[in-house]
């Protein structure tokens, strides 16, 4: 039940906006249907939890420890961004960069999206899983061009036609997979079905389950920004409205890469051999050094963060690739703390950059003493995104090192290294911004400064102790990974 | 060999001469013509595997290919074209003949890709995965050498038809949901497209894809 409201919700929600998304009060009625999502996402999470796995609607969903947990995320981040948005799409339409239409389009598209992200995690069938992704595309890509400029223009172009790409690739890495499932499980609807391919795993034709490993990698790798596929992401994410950059790093990025290990996990099965773990490992290594580099020649602010969130992409996949119960449940942590870090992040920045009426960073100087919230703000989701401690982040990428350290000791040094460089070329930017002299004007509506801390008081928690219950759900979800 | 399987090699030989014919195009109108009968190809081809296996499902496949790719989006590309008065354009191709050679490579290199999957799909039109391969390499191909905008969306379409032929070759075609989906996603697609065309001649002008190269990490 919960399920199908949750799926419900945000296709009610996106035609009620599509025809009065303009209407004052359009951006609370937006996070009032994520808000109820939220609740539905809890309640399914505490139904899987207690009571183990579980299909529903003749096996077409399906729901166990690793998805139901991307699910919450999904809802909790969709909501927070929906309040968030608020404050911030209004300066937006006061300042006369979006109209009516624009308004009506953003939250319809917001709905929307929310609703493909579900869809792709609770969806059993590999197939749907592809057309949800696809899906997400759709629905962002105009919200990347909202304010018609000649950059979002560019940047929704670039964003389409890359993503397109590499989901196509994805489409004939789920039809080769298909193909291999046919001789196990027999043509027909079931043969693409996850918890019936999870079950005969051992028995695909190992051949053709690696090629079809390879297409899926850099498929969805495209939508998850791993280097050399990453070229849209710093520009979707610069140049749309700030609540869209805060949801496709903190959704998008993270089912992307749900997609992949699922993937991961059935050519394990298949081959016995750690080809797809290594895959990862590399795609992860190369695209955290070369995002450490790129971060040190930022000037937009958006931009750095994206090129932030690319870095933490790779790092993700890279204990993916590494798999076993340490770096696996590392991970997991990492995901939620980054998703949550993140979106605080341009939360922050979303409103700063309003302020000083640029998203160069050169322009953005003394946050905290014209407006101490989000000043602070942005400086401790800042601290926090770089691994400072004794925030969550931390403790995954010590996880993740000391994992990488005795397994994989050549790699070590690397990721070292490459956080190293990151942490000196971001932090050195953001002190900038916050002390200084300030510039910039305040803003008519009050900026809601209230998910930022909450995202990170979350974080925080999660560095200095986990709680037992979410350690044993992280636990549980790794253990599926192997 | 069944008159179906050949009947499938024909089309299939038919398929990949359209994709070579589309990279060679300069003329929108005609790749717009190229584009619908290489959908009407993929329509047939599916239709022949479904009458020569007898899986119903594939004959709705064909009938909504026939439809959606022969019919649909080329009148629908047809009428964005008119109203964006570029119909008469001709799109200066530099290097035909490189592009043809390096077309010609890609199709090599597919079917050695193709080789050793093809021997795994048990069905009668494995032998054409490798030309499917080649359609799509040869659709990158154009998206990658083409200028214009609404080219560039041709090759991603023909590319989806690359994809859907290797679905019908390799397995008889996905599960019937998957496959409705896809085609809303394409369809839903061609629309945002349709919709980025006017905005990119609203703001540049021109459809040329020479001013969306503006972005980058260059400092």
Same mark, same amino acid.
């Given at each position: 039940?919960?399920?199908?409201?949750?799926?419900?919700?945000?296709?009610?929600? /996106?035609?009620?906006?599509?025809?009065?998304?303009?209407?004052?009060?359009?951006?609370?009625?937006?996070?009032?249907?994520?808000?109820?999502?939220?609740?539905?996402?809890?309640?399914?999470?505490?139904?899987?939890?207690?009571?183990?796995?579980?299909?529903?609607?003749?096996?077409?969903?399906?729901?166990?420890?690793?998805?139901?947990? %991307?699910?919450?995320?999904?809802?909790?981040?969709?909501?927070?961004?929906?309040?968030?948005?608020?404050?911030?799409?209004? $300066?937006?339409?006061?300042?006369?960069?979006?109209?009516?239409?624009?308004?009506?389009?953003?939250?319809?598209?917001?709905?929307?999206?929310?609703?493909?992200?579900?869809?792709? !995690?609770?969806?059993?069938?590999?197939?749907? @899983?592809?057309?949800?992704?696809?899906?997400?595309?759709?629905? #962002?890509?105009?919200?990347?061009? !909202?304010?018609?400029?000649?950059?979002?223009?560019?940047?929704?172009?670039?964003?389409?036609?890359?993503?397109?790409?590499?989901?196509?690739?994805?489409?004939?890495?789920?039809?080769?997979?298909?193909?291999?499932?046919?001789?196990?499980?027999?043509?027909?609807? $079931?043969?693409?079905?996850? $918890?019936?391919?999870?079950?005969?795993?051992?028995?695909?034709?190992?051949?053709?389950?690696?090629?079809?490993?390879?297409?899926?990698? $850099?498929?969805?790798?495209?939508?998850?920004?791993?280097?050399? !596929?990453?070229?849209?992401?710093?520009?979707?994410?610069?140049?749309?409205?700030?609540?869209?950059?805060?949801?496709?790093?903190?959704?998008?990025?993270?089912?992307?890469?749900?997609?992949?290990?699922?993937?991961?996990? @059935?050519?394990?099965?298949?081959?016995?051999?750690?080809?797809?773990?290594?895959?990862? *490992?590399?795609?992860?290594?190369?695209?955290?050094?070369?995002?450490?580099?790129?971060?040190?020649?930022?000037?937009?602010?958006?931009? !750095?963060?994206?090129?932030?969130?690319?870095?933490?992409?790779?790092?993700?996949?890279?204990?993916?690739?590494?798999?076993?119960?340490?770096?696996?449940?590392?991970?997991?942590?990492?995901?939620?703390?980054?998703?949550?870090?993140?979106?605080?992040?341009?939360?922050?920045?979303?409103?700063?950059?309003?302020?000083?009426?640029?998203? /160069?960073?050169?322009?953005?100087?003394?946050?905290?003493?014209?407006?101490?919230?989000?000043?602070?703000?942005?400086?401790?989701? #800042?601290?926090?995104?770089?691994?400072?401690?004794?925030?969550?982040?931390?403790?995954?990428?010590?996880?993740?090192?000391?994992?990488?350290?005795?397994?994989?000791?050549?790699?070590?040094?690397?990721?070292?290294?490459? %956080?190293?460089?990151?942490?000196?070329?971001?932090?050195?930017?953001?002190?900038? *911004?916050?002390?200084?002299?300030?510039?910039?004007?305040?803003?008519?509506?009050?900026?809601?400064?209230?998910?930022?801390?909450?995202?990170?008081?979350?974080?925080?928690? %999660?560095?200095?102790?986990?709680?037992?219950?979410?350690?044993?759900?992280?636990?549980?979800?790794?253990?599926?990974?192997? | 060999?069944?008159?179906? +399987? =050949?009947?499938?090699?024909?089309?299939?030989?038919?398929?990949?001469?359209? +994709?070579?014919?589309?990279?060679? =195009?300069?003329?929108?109108?005609?790749? &717009?013509?190229?584009?619908?009968? =290489?959908?009407?190809?993929?329509?047939?081809?599916? +239709?022949?595997?479904?009458?020569?296996?007898?899986?119903?499902?594939?004959?709705?496949?064909?009938?909504?290919?026939?439809?959606?790719?022969?019919?649909?989006?080329?009148?629908?590309?047809?009428?964005?074209?008119?109203?964006?008065?570029? +119909?008469?354009?001709?799109?200066?191709?530099?290097?035909?003949?490189?592009?043809?050679?390096?077309?010609?490579?890609?199709?090599?290199?597919?079917?050695?890709?193709?080789?050793?999957?093809?021997?795994?799909?048990?069905?009668?039109?494995?032998?054409?995965?490798?030309?499917?391969?080649?359609?799509?390499?040869?659709?990158?191909?154009?998206?990658?050498?083409?200028?214009?905008?609404?080219? =560039?969306? &041709?090759?991603?379409?023909?590319?989806?038809?690359?994809?859907?032929?290797?679905?019908?070759?390799?397995?008889?075609?996905?599960?019937?949901?998957?496959?409705?989906?896809?085609?809303?996603?394409?369809?839903?697609?061609?629309?945002?497209?349709?919709?980025?065309?006017?905005? &990119?001649?609203?703001?540049?002008?021109?459809?040329?894809?020479?001013?969306?190269?503006?972005?980058?990490?260059?400092?």
């Amino acid at each position: 039940m919960s399920l199908l409201l949750l799926l419900v919700l945000p296709l009610a929600g /996106a035609a009620l906006l599509a025809l009065r998304g303009e209407r004052p009060e359009a951006a609370a009625v937006n996070a009032i249907f994520a808000g109820a999502g939220l609740a539905c996402a809890a309640g399914l999470a505490l139904k899987v939890v207690a009571g183990g796995p579980l299909v529903a609607f003749g096996e077409q969903f399906h729901l166990d420890a690793f998805n139901v947990f %991307l699910v919450v995320l999904t809802a909790f981040v969709g909501f927070t961004t929906a309040l968030f948005s608020r404050p911030y799409m209004r $300066t937006e339409a006061d300042r006369e960069r979006i109209g009516a239409r624009g308004l009506r389009l953003y939250h319809a598209m917001y709905q929307l999206f929310l609703f493909t992200m579900q869809l792709a !995690l609770t969806t059993n069938n590999l197939g749907i @899983l592809w057309v949800a992704m696809e899906g997400a595309t759709l629905a #962002t890509v105009l919200l990347v061009s !909202l304010y018609r400029t000649p950059a979002s223009l560019e940047a929704a172009w670039k964003y389409f036609l890359l993503c397109g790409v590499g989901i196509a690739q994805a489409l004939f890495g789920t039809i080769l997979l298909y193909l291999a499932a046919e001789k196990a499980l027999g043509a027909g609807g $079931t043969a693409l079905l996850w $918890t019936h391919l999870a079950a005969v795993k051992s028995g695909l034709e190992p051949g053709v389950l690696a090629i079809a490993f390879v297409f899926l990698l $850099t498929g969805y790798g495209t939508k998850v920004g791993l280097v050399p !596929l990453h070229n849209w992401l710093p520009d979707a994410h610069a140049e749309g409205p700030t609540p869209i950059s805060a949801v496709l790093s903190g959704l998008l990025l993270n089912v992307a890469l749900y997609a992949v290990v699922r993937g991961k996990v @059935l050519v394990d099965g298949a081959l016995g051999t750690p080809l797809a773990g290594r895959l990862m *490992m590399g795609f992860g290594l190369l695209t955290v050094v070369v995002a450490a580099l790129f971060l040190v020649r930022q000037r937009d602010v958006k931009r !750095l963060f994206a090129w932030s969130s690319i870095e933490h992409m790779g790092l993700i996949t890279f204990a993916f690739g590494m798999g076993g119960a340490v770096a696996s449940f590392a991970a997991l942590l990492h995901m939620t703390v980054h998703s949550l870090t993140k979106s605080a992040i341009f939360f922050a920045a979303g409103h700063a950059a309003q302020k000083a009426g640029t998203q /160069a960073m050169d322009g953005i100087r003394g946050l905290v003493s014209r407006s101490p919230a989000v000043g602070w703000g942005l400086l401790l989701g #800042t601290l926090a995104i770089l691994g400072v401690p004794p925030f969550g982040v931390f403790t995954a990428e010590f996880m993740i090192l000391t994992t990488a350290m005795g397994r994989q000791p050549w790699a070590a040094p690397v990721l070292l290294l490459a %956080l190293g460089v990151a942490f000196a070329a971001v932090f050195g930017r953001v002190q900038a *911004m916050v002390f200084g002299e300030p510039t910039g004007e305040p803003l008519k509506h009050r900026p809601l400064t209230a998910p930022v801390f909450v995202h990170l008081a979350i974080v925080l928690l %999660l560095g200095l102790w986990i709680p037992p219950w979410i350690a044993a759900w992280y636990r549980q979800a790794a253990s599926m990974l192997g | 060999m069944s008159l179906a +399987a =050949q009947l499938i090699d024909l089309l299939a030989a038919l398929l990949l001469l359209m +994709a070579f014919a589309m990279l060679a =195009q300069r003329r929108l109108m005609a790749l &717009i013509g190229l584009f619908a009968f =290489q959908g009407a190809l993929l329509a047939a081809s599916t +239709a022949v595997v479904a009458w020569s296996t007898g899986q119903a499902h594939l004959w709705w496949s064909a009938g909504l290919t026939a439809l959606l790719k022969a019919v649909v989006l080329p009148l629908v590309l047809r009428r964005l074209a008119v109203r964006l008065a570029v +119909a008469r354009d001709v799109e200066p191709l530099v290097n035909v003949p490189t592009t043809l050679l390096v077309g010609i490579a890609l199709v090599v290199v597919a079917f050695d890709l193709a080789l050793p999957m093809a021997e795994l799909a048990g069905t009668i039109t494995r032998g054409t995965l490798g030309i499917a391969m080649a359609c799509v390499l040869l659709s990158l191909l154009m998206m990658i050498t083409r200028r214009r905008a609404i080219a =560039q969306v &041709i090759g991603f379409l023909s590319l989806e038809n690359g994809l859907f032929f290797a679905a019908t070759g390799a397995t008889y075609g996905m599960p019937m949901v998957v496959e409705l989906g896809i085609a809303l996603d394409v369809l839903v697609g061609v629309l945002v497209f349709g919709i980025f065309f006017f905005r &990119i001649r609203e703001t540049f002008d021109s459809l040329d894809v020479e001013h969306l190269e503006k972005l980058g990490d260059r400092g």
